[in-house]
């Protein structure tokens, strides 16, 4: 520990601080701006200037190691003139167009040019002129001419977000922040650099012009688009959300948020929110009353399981939804005499079912994933899938040199260096998995598992399991592929004995905002699972907060399955265009904005919110119509006042972390299964159509993340098939199919289709990870 003065104040600080950490720590400001606590020392700005006993000159606080007995003033009269020569020297060009600035009332440099700037200016020339570049749909750089170099947004894109997309060009008065040969931003990450701008050079694009900060109202949130459950800060605006700002959090999501999560508010206030109850009589759609509505679903329900049994009904609802509202879903429906309740709509292999010791989880806090040693992280498409774990993952990589291995369908760029890489087909997912283990087996010198005779074994995966031994603190995860793979139970039994072997921790990258929630609110099959619900029809369906064309594993056998049913009801926020065919009655679902709620996120972390907008129209929050169709169904334990009452029933006071959390399993025999035959599909679930509210934000819909999905195979697959990239080709599942344009992707293993789930243009095909066919259109 080092000894530093400050002010006169004395502190101990540890060894490698600088003098802004220490000045941090002991709650002393000193003005900045090219520093920020996530990201490399820059000292460009030198708006941090302070006076350091013996020293000739000012130094900056930012880039001034800590020696011990180092005296600091702050506020002398040398530091505070050269901060006031810095301030002249950043607003000699900067154009002063505070009143149409989308950065006014909460701009860095308009706060400190009150302390630090002069009455008026010396400079009497002309002000340098930056032109404008278009970077995409989400991040405006209309007025570069503000922009004072401090370099953020290059450093957060380096350091970060693992892609240098924006860099500096040129020298002195003609320097710009710009992109490479005009390209776009593209990370999903990229919003951030919005927040991290400190003088309105890069704003919102979706955001300008329409509010200024003090017009705005600040509530807390938590998202409900991947499994961190990121603190969110909603601004609201007239009861109407017009902008999301990440909640600074550094146990979850640090301090930044998702472009899905930043953007998506756009869709609460799309022309596609349904407002009003609607019922299908005789072929045609009519708004109702809910009265009206409740009593007609009422009598569907009790009519169908009068006549054919509680049996004949399923629930399917998103692993999205609250706590609340899957407790309440299948309380609603056990009192119907109906166990087929699920939350799992894209998963196949269901085998684990009664087999699981507690509810899965990740298996750790997800503050540790920075100071992990070693992981392997098996089928899953991580950036994508979760972008703020792949970011934590990186950091590990980066500062802690952690050796980060993965198992994979395809090889995207994570934007990390790794240590080993297995890309495989999805039928040769287990085996990949399994040769990893029996690597680590023979390298531990233990009982080989049984099963794992005959597994051949190469040298990435000895470099795999080399890497979970050697490291300290490591673990294993399973992704969203995996999860939703048709050997999901077999590789969830080998990564538990990876772990076991290597003493790693085993855990599940959970798919959704409330899938471990979902668990403990037993919103879990006492009968049919989400696929044996399609695969044997019912007479009638509750969907809450699903799309099926979108949402489901075979989207196809679920269309076939509610086109034949005698009801089906769809709890929904949107007016959903195909449902209008398959559904009786449309319920007007509030999203999470408008409803208070809980999630529980993938670490087991208890996190739950209020609704920071009344609800549009007449729609309700979901758990609120749950309870009335309780009551008009004339069912006990129904008369729930909050959405409180419900939490606390459900998790029986538990309040930071829930209770029950073990990835263990029993019982499950290992049989690896065989490599497939012919063409093998692998479904992407794209990140901005992962959701009903992404899929709706016009400005996510514009990205390159959204573009329409091709048949992307590599060129020894192509030239098998006598194709050439850019040719039109029918691809086929089953009894549907879709014309998509080929292309040329290396990162597809031989054998293998590409072809993204959850979009209209392939709504029609099958299984996500099925046979498929493709030919010649």
């Given at each position: 520990?080092?000894?530093?003065?400050?002010?006169?104040?004395?502190?101990?600080?540890?060894?490698g601080?600088?003098?802004?950490?220490?000045?941090?720590?002991m709650?002393v400001?000193?003005?900045?701006f090219?520093?920020?606590?996530?990201l490399?020392?820059?000292?460009?700005?030198?708006?941090?200037?302070v006076q350091?006993?013996?020293?000739?000159?000012?130094?900056?606080?930012?880039?001034t190691p800590?020696?011990?007995?180092?005296?600091v003033?702050?506020?002398?009269?040398?530091a505070?003139?050269?901060?006031?020569?810095?301030?002249?020297?950043?607003?000699?060009?900067?154009?002063?167009?505070?009143p149409?600035?989308?950065?006014?009332?909460?701009?860095q440099?308009?706060?400190?040019?009150?302390?630090?700037?002069?009455?008026?200016?010396?400079?009497?020339?002309?002000?340098?002129?930056?032109?404008?570049?278009?970077?995409?749909?989400?991040?405006?750089?209309?007025e570069?001419?503000?922009?004072?170099?401090?370099?953020?947004?290059?450093?957060f894109?380096?350091?970060?977000a693992?892609?240098?997309?924006?860099?500096?060009?040129?020298?002195?008065?003609?320097?710009?922040?710009?992109?490479?040969?005009?390209?776009?931003?593209?990370?999903?990450?990229?919003?951030?650099?919005?927040?991290?701008?400190?003088?309105?050079?890069?704003?919102?694009?979706?955001?300008r012009?329409?509010?200024?900060?003090?017009?705005?109202?600040?509530?807390?949130?938590v998202s409900?688009?991947?499994?961190?459950?990121?603190?969110?800060?909603?601004?609201?605006?007239?009861?109407?959300?017009?902008?999301v700002?990440?909640?600074?959090?550094?146990?979850?999501?640090?301090?930044?948020?998702?472009?899905?999560e930043?953007?998506?508010?756009?869709?609460?206030?799309?022309?596609?929110?349904?407002?009003?109850?609607?019922?299908?009589?005789?072929?045609?759609?009519?708004e109702?009353?809910?009265?009206?509505?409740?009593?007609?679903?009422?009598h569907?329900?009790?009519?169908?399981?009068?006549?054919?049994?509680?049996?004949?009904?399923a629930?399917?609802?998103?692993?999205?939804?609250?706590l609340?509202?899957?407790?309440l879903?299948?309380?609603?429906?056990?009192?119907?005499?109906?166990?087929?309740?699920?939350?799992?709509?894209?998963?196949?292999?269901?085998?684990?079912?009664?087999?699981?010791?507690?509810?899965?989880?990740?298996?750790?806090?997800l503050?540790?994933?920075?100071?992990?040693?070693?992981?392997?992280?098996?089928?899953?498409?991580?950036?994508?899938?979760?972008?703020?774990?792949?970011?934590?993952?990186?950091?590990?990589?980066?500062?802690?040199?952690?050796?980060?291995s993965?198992?994979?369908?395809?090889?995207?760029?994570?934007?990390?260096?790794?240590?080993?890489?297995?890309?495989?087909?999805?039928?040769?997912?287990?085996?990949?998995?399994?040769?990893?283990v029996?690597?680590?087996?023979?390298?531990?010198?233990?009982?080989l598992?049984?099963?794992?005779?005959?597994?051949?074994?190469?040298?990435?995966?000895?470099?795999?399991?080399?890497?979970l031994?050697?490291?300290?603190?490591?673990?294993?995860?399973?992704?969203?592929?995996?999860?939703?793979?048709?050997?999901?139970?077999?590789?969830?039994?080998?990564?538990?004995?990876?772990?076991?072997?290597?003493?790693?921790?085993?855990?599940?990258?959970?798919?959704?905002?409330?899938?471990?929630?979902?668990?403990?609110?037993?919103?879990?099959?006492?009968?049919?699972?989400?696929?044996?619900?399609?695969?044997?029809?019912?007479?009638?369906?509750?969907?809450?907060?699903?799309?099926?064309?979108?949402?489901c594993?075979?989207?196809?056998?679920?269309?076939?399955?509610l086109?034949?049913?005698?009801?089906?009801?769809?709890f929904?926020?949107?007016?959903?265009?195909?449902?209008?065919?398959?559904?009786d009655?449309?319920?007007?679902?509030?999203?999470?904005?408008?409803?208070?709620?809980?999630?529980?996120?993938?670490?087991?972390?208890?996190?739950?919110?209020?609704?920071?907008?009344?609800?549009?129209?007449d729609?309700?929050?979901?758990?609120?119509?749950?309870?009335?169709?309780?009551?008009?169904?004339?069912l006990?334990g129904?008369?729930?006042?909050?959405?409180?009452?419900v939490?606390?029933?459900?998790?029986?006071?538990a309040?930071?972390?829930?209770?029950?959390?073990?990835?263990?399993?029993?019982?499950?025999?290992l049989?690896l299964?065989?490599?497939?035959?012919?063409?093998?599909?692998?479904?992407?679930?794209?990140?901005?159509?992962?959701?009903?509210?992404?899929?709706?934000?016009?400005?996510l819909?514009?990205?390159?993340?959204?573009?329409?999905?091709?048949?992307?195979?590599?060129?020894?697959?192509?030239a098998?098939?006598?194709?050439?990239?850019?040719d039109l080709?029918?691809?086929?599942?089953?009894?549907?199919?879709?014309?998509?344009a080929?292309?040329?992707?290396?990162g597809?293993?031989?054998?293998?289709?590409?072809?993204?789930?959850?979009?209209?243009?392939?709504?029609?095909?099958?299984?996500?990870?099925?046979?498929?066919?493709?030919?010649?259109?």
């Amino acid at each position: 520990m080092l000894e530093i003065e400050i002010d006169g104040k004395k502190a101990q600080v540890p060894d490698g601080s600088t003098v802004m950490d220490a000045a941090q720590q002991m709650g002393v400001y000193i003005p900045h701006f090219c520093y920020h606590k996530k990201l490399s020392i820059a000292a460009n700005c030198r708006m941090c200037l302070v006076q350091v006993e013996k020293a000739p000159k000012p130094l900056p606080a930012c880039a001034t190691p800590v020696t011990n007995g180092m005296k600091v003033f702050t506020h002398s009269d040398l530091a505070v003139q050269a901060q006031k020569g810095v301030m002249e020297f950043l607003l000699i060009n900067h154009p002063l167009d505070c009143p149409i600035c989308d950065q006014g009332g909460e701009c860095q440099l308009q706060d400190m040019s009150v302390g630090y700037g002069g009455m008026k200016s010396r400079y009497q020339e002309e002000k340098r002129v930056v032109f404008h570049k278009d970077v995409g749909p989400l991040i405006s750089m209309e007025e570069m001419s503000r922009c004072i170099h401090c370099t953020r947004c290059v450093r957060f894109g380096q350091e970060v977000a693992g892609i240098m997309e924006l860099g500096m060009a040129n020298r002195n008065m003609h320097s710009e922040i710009t992109t490479f040969v005009g390209r776009s931003v593209d990370s999903e990450l990229s919003g951030n650099m919005i927040d991290l701008c400190p003088v309105g050079a890069l704003t919102s694009k979706p955001f300008r012009y329409t509010a200024r900060s003090w017009e705005l109202q600040r509530r807390r949130s938590v998202s409900p688009h991947d499994s961190l459950g990121a603190n969110l800060i909603v601004q609201v605006k007239h009861d109407q959300v017009m902008r999301v700002l990440p909640k600074e959090n550094e146990a979850v999501n640090e301090c930044w948020i998702s472009d899905k999560e930043r953007f998506a508010y756009q869709a609460l206030n799309s022309d596609q929110r349904l407002t009003k109850p609607m019922v299908k009589q005789g072929g045609e759609w009519r708004e109702v009353p809910w009265n009206v509505a409740l009593d007609y679903v009422a009598h569907g329900l009790k009519d169908i399981s009068r006549e054919f049994g509680g049996d004949a009904l399923a629930a399917l609802a998103a692993p999205s939804s609250t706590l609340e509202e899957l407790y309440l879903l299948q309380k609603l429906m056990q009192g119907l005499g109906c166990g087929n309740v699920d939350h799992r709509p894209r998963q196949q292999d269901f085998t684990s079912d009664g087999k699981r010791v507690g509810t899965p989880w990740l298996g750790m806090r997800l503050a540790e994933l920075n100071n992990l040693d070693a992981a392997l992280v098996v089928g899953s498409f991580l950036r994508k899938d979760h972008p703020l774990i792949a970011q934590r993952l990186r950091q590990a990589v980066r500062k802690g040199g952690a050796a980060l291995s993965l198992i994979d369908l395809s090889a995207d760029d994570q934007l990390v260096p790794l240590h080993a890489r297995l890309t495989v087909a999805p039928s040769q997912l287990a085996q990949t998995l399994a040769a990893v283990v029996k690597a680590a087996a023979q390298q531990k010198g233990v009982e080989l598992p049984a099963g794992l005779e005959n597994v051949q074994v190469c040298e990435q995966a000895k470099a795999m399991a080399q890497s979970l031994i050697e490291g300290e603190k490591k673990a294993v995860f399973l992704g969203n592929a995996a999860q939703q793979s048709a050997a999901a139970t077999q590789l969830h039994a080998l990564g538990l004995q990876l772990a076991q072997i290597t003493g790693a921790t085993f855990g599940f990258l959970g798919e959704a905002a409330n899938s471990v929630g979902a668990q403990l609110a037993w919103a879990l099959p006492t009968g049919a699972n989400a696929r044996q619900m399609f695969e044997q029809p019912r007479q009638g369906y509750v969907l809450m907060g699903v799309e099926p064309e979108f949402d489901c594993a075979n989207p196809q056998q679920a269309l076939a399955a509610l086109a034949q049913a005698k009801m089906v009801v769809l709890f929904s926020a949107f007016k959903h265009e195909p449902a209008l065919a398959y559904a009786d009655v449309l319920l007007p679902m509030a999203p999470f904005t408008e409803t208070s709620g809980t999630f529980v996120n993938t670490e087991g972390r208890i996190q739950s919110f209020a609704g920071v907008v009344r609800p549009a129209g007449d729609a309700r929050p979901a758990w609120k119509i749950l309870r009335v169709l309780g009551n008009v169904l004339d069912l006990e334990g129904f008369g729930y006042n909050t959405s409180e009452e419900v939490r606390d029933q459900v998790l029986g006071g538990a309040s930071e972390f829930a209770t029950g959390l073990d990835n263990g399993l029993n019982g499950v025999t290992l049989q690896l299964p065989q490599a497939g035959q012919g063409m093998e599909r692998i479904a992407d679930v794209p990140i901005h159509f992962a959701d009903p509210m992404a899929r709706r934000a016009p400005a996510l819909q514009r990205t390159r993340d959204a573009a329409a999905p091709a048949a992307r195979m590599a060129a020894a697959t192509l030239a098998q098939l006598g194709l050439q990239a850019g040719d039109l080709v029918r691809v086929r599942q089953g009894q549907g199919g879709a014309e998509l344009a080929a292309a040329l992707d290396e990162g597809v293993p031989a054998g293998c289709v590409r072809v993204a789930a959850a979009h209209a243009s392939t709504a029609a095909l099958g299984e996500m990870f099925g046979a498929i066919s493709v030919e010649r259109a």
